[in-house]
């Protein structure tokens, strides 16, 4: 990155006027009579930008070789980093041609993970897709609102299905978590492309470009309690019967769920004491899943029932840092 700099000079009798470097003027294609947008940032720097750059021209477009020599689940990974990164275009490529394989398992994936990208080009040796989300439709706190939503609502069903000891409960769990997955890594090309553009970050809700950093811990966050929820409804499906309703467990995943929901209240919270409040009670519930741990552990089921008041208290001690994250966005820089 080189940096040039230029001397402001004054004319007229209000203009202050400054000169711009000749080769970023070239590079953007930038003619006189055109229109730059001047766009004041929270650091007090200027963003200059021009303004009338076509979608088309404008859309990021990448070109990814498939290495056979990996497998799917590989190439797959590679294509989901350049959906990450913000690429609008992406272009996966191979001389030799895709098997059947490999062919339906990158475009089922690509269906069930990544929200927006769709597959709008095939052939033989070619897969384009092309993200087609509009981010008015989905801004962050849409995104984020969704997630809880399942998670709690995931949350909530495992225990059920420990309790009744239900089968079709606990593996619809399980299955939800791509859901879960897919909003999460939407949240994370949000927030990537909106660092770099201030106009996304205004879509999306982002206030201060320091806000990404912070939301994208409380996102992680939610996705990782999506997790155990996931975990406590395989530990059910170990089990050969339900958990009496009586049993502490309960008690325990109550309180988890009442902080988890605490936390994700406390983002739009301002008062920072009001969210400590929230942090020492998440610290105080995962200590009391400490309390209720089994002695014996080689009785039926006790081995499951440990693993679940685990993910029971990592959901309160996840819920303990997206409330730590909240009263560090809280604060104000001056």
């Not at 994208?216 to 499906?237: F, M, P, Q, Y």
Request: proline content about 3%; charged content about 30%; aromatic content about 6%.
């Amino acid at each position: 990155m080189t940096k040039d700099k230029r001397k402001v000079q004054f004319t007229g009798n209000s203009t202050y006027i400054v000169s711009l470097p000749i080769k970023w003027v070239r590079d953007i294609g930038l003619e006189a009579g055109d229109t730059l947008t001047l766009t004041p940032m929270p650091n007090r720097t200027l963003l200059v930008s021009p303004s009338a750059v076509s979608k088309e021209n404008s859309a990021l477009k990448a070109t990814i070789d498939y290495v056979h020599s990996d497998s799917a689940e590989n190439n797959l990974r590679i294509l989901i980093s350049h959906y990450l990164v913000g690429y609008d275009v992406i272009r996966l490529t191979t001389k030799k041609g895709f098997s059947a394989y490999d062919r339906k398992f990158i475009k089922d994936s690509v269906r069930q993970k990544l929200i927006g990208l769709e597959l709008v080009e095939e052939s033989r040796n070619e897969l384009v897709f092309q993200c087609l989300l509009n981010y008015n439709d989905l801004p962050l706190s849409r995104v984020i609102k969704n997630m809880y939503g399942l998670v709690l609502s995931m949350l909530e069903d495992s225990m059920s299905a420990l309790r009744d000891h239900n089968v079709e409960i606990a593996e619809d769990v399980v299955q939800r978590d791509d859901d879960v997955d897919r909003f999460y890594l939407l949240s994370v090309r949000q927030l990537k492309a909106s660092i770099d553009d201030i106009e996304l970050s205004e879509k999306i809700g982002i206030r201060h470009p320091r806000e990404c950093l912070g939301y994208r811990l409380i996102t992680k966050c939610i996705e990782r309690v999506g997790d155990h929820a996931v975990r406590i409804s395989k530990n059910v499906l170990k089990m050969d019967s339900g958990v009496s309703a009586d049993d502490p467990i309960f008690q325990m995943a109550d309180l988890s769920r009442k902080v988890f929901e605490s936390s994700i209240g406390s983002m739009t919270e301002e008062d920072p004491q009001a969210i400590n409040n929230i942090v020492v009670e998440a610290k105080k519930v995962s200590q009391f899943g400490v309390s209720l741990e089994p002695q014996d552990c080689d009785g039926s089921g006790n081995i499951e029932l440990s693993m679940i008041l685990e993910s029971l208290r990592r959901v309160s001690e996840y819920s303990a840092d997206i409330a730590e994250v909240a009263i560090n966005m809280n604060i104000r820089q001056a």
